[in-house]
């Protein structure tokens, strides 16, 4: 439900990047996304599903909460009862096969419990985590208790996690600390992390992804004018679709990153406040 600054690498490194030559799968994947609707359409549910789309997947969408909110901000939301969320999740599982899970906004302690429970009947399944904590006009999603949840109950389960430097902190318990000192703090908590820049003022944005094993990568790109409505989600979705495709971790996390810079530099301005990420057309992804 938040924005992250995610921007394009050189022109070598987007042709270095391109989405990997593959076999089109004779069915699209299908992936679970847990999140909140956003009623103006530029985040939560609704900008999952149109990055699954153009990822060339099948969307499964449970949505945990609902929220009040425009291009300009969050002004309210309610989570929605344990039971009807797991009733949701439950239905779509018995029928679909799902490759991956993207978890967005969860709301309360109790959501981040319930989807520990589904996430239990999706042994091996990749979870990707973007620990949505608040809006990207500033907004708070939940109080900081859910972020020390999910770090300690789902973050384990997780193959990434996708927050940015401020929600970052908020997992860490560091409010001045830098990405290198937040991934110390997480990364026991889980194997990959790949914490998004942008929200100072530096002319160039680092994206880092931190590995437990000691790998690090860091994409440095120019940043964009302008604030953007939903790119994390866009981010995290996109990623999860790239893996459900069978795309390694790695080049999973590039071609994500060049499709959401791809969004934000076709991204328009809707409404009276941050610009709208234009998830389609499917040639986006191509």
Excluded at 243 to 272: F, H, I, M, P
Aim: charged share 20%; glycine share 8%; with cysteine.
């Amino acid at each position: 439900m938040r924005s992250v600054a995610t921007h394009p690498p050189s022109p070598a490194r987007v042709r270095a990047v391109a989405m990997p030559a593959a076999e089109a799968p004779a069915f699209p994947p299908v992936v679970l996304t847990f999140a909140a609707s956003d009623p103006s359409g530029g985040a939560g549910l609704q900008a999952d599903i149109l990055t699954l789309a153009a990822m060339g997947c099948h969307p499964l969408s449970v949505m945990t909460a609902l929220t009040v909110q425009d291009t300009l901000d969050v002004s309210d939301f309610r989570v929605l009862d344990r039971d009807w969320v797991m009733a949701q999740a439950e239905a779509t599982i018995a029928d679909l096969p799902v490759a991956a899970v993207k978890l967005g906004m969860l709301g309360s302690v109790e959501m981040v419990e319930t989807v520990l429970e589904i996430m239990r009947k999706l042994p091996g399944v990749p979870l990707v985590c973007d620990p949505v904590l608040r809006a990207g006009g500033g907004g708070a999603l939940g109080k900081d208790e859910v972020g020390y949840a999910m770090r300690e109950r789902l973050l384990p389960l997780s193959i990434i996690a996708t927050p940015n430097l401020p929600e970052a902190r908020i997992l860490a318990e560091l409010p001045e600390g830098t990405a290198d000192e937040c991934a110390e703090k997480l990364l026991p908590f889980v194997k990959h992390l790949l914490i998004t820049g942008g929200h100072g003022d530096e002319h160039e944005i680092h994206n880092r992804l931190y590995s437990r094993d000691g790998h690090r990568e860091t994409f440095t790109c120019q940043r964009l004018p302008g604030s953007y409505h939903g790119s994390g989600c866009t981010l995290a979705s996109a990623l999860a679709g790239r893996l459900a495709l069978g795309e390694n971790l790695a080049s999973a996390v590039q071609t994500a990153l060049n499709y959401t810079w791809r969004t934000l530099r076709d991204a328009e301005q809707l409404g009276k406040g941050q610009f709208v990420p234009r998830r389609l057309p499917l040639d986006f992804c191509s």
